[in-house]
């Protein structure tokens, strides 16, 4: 149970929202207006700029760094105890094709914001508060999710993933560390003696800030959403059907191997069995969310090949196990029924996450000490703090947006794009409630140690 502890509240002037900003204009090396952020992982020109860059800022601010074997890195603002066990907070700064200007960014500038107005304001916490950017959220670039901290808390092991192709360069991940000054083999190695990256039983809680990418809390009128639990999924980005073209007049039904026809009956047996889950009282989502016909397709032409993606969503595992089952049960009726050949390709899970209801209480309590209204509220996109909730008490902040929109150039932030930057925004309040949970403190001493102390003994040399 979270514990109240600090009477005084945390506060942010207009000096905070105009450093606030003037990060998010530092970034904008990878915008293009009307069209988006393009900031791919693990690149120079991309995700790897844009850690740099904020770096060079959190050292202005005198924190110390700290980089581990994957690239994520972590900005240390120390405490008066340090063994108290660390309060994190962080995001990702990489982007899909064409995204937003908020979609991760939002959650680590937060935080050095927060770092900004207690400096300003002469406060030191009691634990040590650490702004964490974690390498390469999205999917697009590797086609899989929150590769940096799947490596740093060992549930991607390093040395299976080493030959894995960029989508832009076709190089393999080996090459893209090399490229971004990490070594692949000191990976490896860190993993194999640990089996983690970093120090997380010196992490005593875990909080991430982002945009909603809905506008559910925008519709009850309510600036900040307090998290309980993320969607995971599974995605089937290049499922493929081959069939056998003719004439779509002249081949008869009985003969037909059409491959346009089978990916049609994929999707919407999928849909009803979607349907029937939700229906039920089950949480899920399914999407479809790109298909099309081979090069040869024409009007007169039953289709030969026909490609499709898959993805489904779920707050329970068990539902998304059950829907993978239909997924292959459905696939393997369809292509004895049409006489085609169904490959789901490449399947990527990311398992479904509930959020910690110590750091759920702590959000809460701070929250009502400032008078900030918030709601409870699922995730249905993904997020690095799946990974955390693994292994520590985790929480989100969600940020209303006026548009939903996300992942597109159009994305906003707050639920009145004037005041995006202003005091009375609602980047603003999420930032006030940080800071307010940093004052409080989290799980201190829940689990002690010393974040900077043990994350230094992992990468002292062997000797090796």
């Not at 599974?234 to 003969?255: D, M, N």
């Not at 985790?394 to 996300?406: D, H, N, V, Y």
């Not at 949970?437 to 010393?450: C, D, E, M, T, W």
Request: hydrophobic share 35%.
């Amino acid at each position: 149970m979270y514990i109240y502890m600090k009477p005084y509240p945390f506060e942010i002037t207009s000096d905070q929202m105009i450093y606030a900003e003037n990060l998010f204009a530092l970034l904008d090396n990878n915008w293009t207006e009307g069209q988006g952020m393009n900031r791919p992982a693990y690149m120079a020109e991309g995700e790897n700029r844009a850690i740099n860059d904020l770096i060079k800022e959190g050292r202005k601010l005198g924190l110390s760094i700290r980089t581990d074997a994957a690239g994520n890195v972590f900005m240390i603002y120390p405490g008066k105890n340090p063994d108290a066990g660390a309060l994190l907070t962080g995001s990702h700064v990489d982007s899909v094709v064409n995204g937003g200007r908020y979609d991760g960014p939002a959650g680590v500038i937060a935080g050095l914001t927060v770092v900004h107005a207690l400096m300003a304001q002469g406060i030191t916490p009691d634990q040590d508060f650490i702004v964490g950017i974690y390498r390469n959220e999205e999917s697009p670039s590797f086609k899989q999710v929150s590769v940096g901290m799947k490596l740093a808390s060992g549930s991607l092991d390093p040395a299976e993933f080493m030959e894995r192709r960029h989508t832009h360069t076709g190089h393999a991940f080996r090459k893209h560390l090399q490229a971004s000054g990490l070594d692949p083999e000191r990976l490896i190695d860190i993993f194999k003696r640990h089996g983690e990256l970093i120090p997380f039983s010196s992490i005593a809680a875990q909080i991430e800030i982002h945009i909603e990418q809905e506008r559910e809390l925008s519709d009850q009128d309510t600036p900040l959403g307090i998290v309980t639990a993320i969607r995971g999924n599974y995605r089937l980005p290049g499922v493929t059907i081959k069939g056998q073209t003719g004439h779509s007049g002249a081949k008869s039904f009985e003969k037909r191997q059409d491959a346009g026809m089978a990916k049609n009956r994929l999707v919407s047996e999928l849909y009803d069995e979607a349907l029937r889950l939700r229906q039920s009282g089950r949480d899920i989502v399914f999407t479809e969310p790109y298909s099309r016909s081979g090069d040869s397709a024409k009007l007169t032409h039953i289709p030969d090949d026909a490609q499709c993606a898959l993805e489904v969503r779920s707050t329970e595992d068990s539902v998304l196990k059950d829907f993978l089952s239909a997924i292959h049960r459905v696939s393997d009726d369809l292509q004895h029924q049409h006489n085609v050949m169904i490959d789901l390709g490449n399947i990527v899970y990311s398992a479904p996450a509930t959020m910690s209801q110590t750091v759920i209480d702590a959000i809460g309590h701070a929250a009502q000490q400032i008078h900030i209204k918030t709601m409870l509220m699922p995730s249905g996109a993904g997020h690095d703090s799946a990974e955390f909730a693994k292994k520590v008490d985790t929480g989100m902040i969600f940020i209303a947006q006026k548009t939903g929109l996300s992942h597109r150039h159009e994305e906003d932030m707050g639920r009145d794009p004037d005041k995006t930057f202003s005091c009375e925004g609602d980047f603003a309040k999420a930032i006030t409630l940080l800071g307010q949970i940093v004052v409080n403190g989290l799980n201190q001493n829940a689990r002690p140690g010393s974040f900077v102390k043990k994350f230094d003994e992992m990468y002292a040399p062997t000797g090796i």
